[in-house]
């Protein structure tokens, strides 16, 4: 069985920084890309960040490329989200997401993802 567990989030003021962890089981870590999306309520989904765990490239979205940081601890099976000068407009609660093949289907918030856990909560204050 596949378990994503998102843990990290919290209340922070804006300019602080937070660091997001998934730990992940029940699938080959290590073959697999693994990303963030972010989700506010009444608002599409954004894709934020994912890393292929098999070549290590990371991508991010233009909202956030230079604020975050993905990197993955293969032995820990533990992807973490890196959060830097926050901003209010970063609060939604954060999704860790699992696909077999690329980070499109994570970066672009498809159906086609095939796991993604049940979310921690970031609020930035002004």
């Known amino acids: 069985e596949v378990q994503l567990v998102e843990s990290g989030g919290g209340l922070v003021q804006a300019g602080g920084s937070l660091r997001l962890s998934c730990a992940a089981s029940?699938?080959?870590?290590?073959?697999?890309?693994i990303g963030w999306f972010r989700q506010v309520p009444g608002k599409e989904r954004e894709g934020v960040a994912c890393?292929?765990?098999?070549?290590?490239?990371?991508y991010y979205s233009p909202s956030v490329k230079g604020r975050f940081t993905i990197s993955s601890d293969n032995a820990r099976n533990t992807v973490y989200l890196r959060m830097d000068s926050l901003k209010p407009g970063d609060t939604a609660v954060y999704y860790c997401a699992v696909d077999r093949e690329s980070c499109l289907s994570i970066l672009d918030v498809t159906p086609a993802i095939d796991y993604w856990g049940q979310g921690t909560q970031v609020t930035v204050s002004s």
């Open positions: 029940g699938f080959s870590f290590d073959d697999h890309a």
């Open positions: 890393i292929r765990n098999y070549d290590s490239s990371t």
